[in-house]
């Protein structure tokens, strides 16, 4: 019996605390919280692998990684949020580690850049 294909079979997380954080005498230091898994959405991730650039703004590009597919109704990730998709829905089995780049919430689904 052949195996049933999942429209979105990966899982997309964002990244909450556990980020260096500036003080007031401008030293770096780890964030006292713990770093924490916020569940978004399922998801596809496609990677990139032929070195697809976008603009960011302010003429400044960046190399994509890779591409998340998600469904419609997702929630929007804001530019610059830290995001893991990962194979499991415990967010251990991490495919990809970064930042959103672009988000794009279009009419049948979304995407999103890392």
């Known amino acids: ?13 964002a990244v909450v605390g556990g980020e260096a954080v500036k003080d ?22 496609e990677a990139d692998g032929r070195g697809t650039e976008i603009s960011v703004g302010g003429g400044k590009f960046h190399k994509v990684t890779s591409l998340v597919q998600l469904p419609k109704g997702a929630p929007i990730v804001e530019l610059g949020s830290p995001v893991i998709v990962a194979n499991d829905p415990e967010g251990d089995n991490i495919r990809i580690q970064g930042v959103c780049l672009k988000f794009d919430p279009a009419q049948l689904h979304s995407r999103l850049w890392v």
């Open 24 to 45: 007031e005498s401008g030293s770096w230091s780890d964030d006292e919280t713990p770093r924490q898994l916020k569940f978004l959405s399922r998801c596809r991730e």
């Open 1 to 13: 019996m052949a195996k049933r294909v999942e429209q979105y079979p990966h899982y997309l997380f």
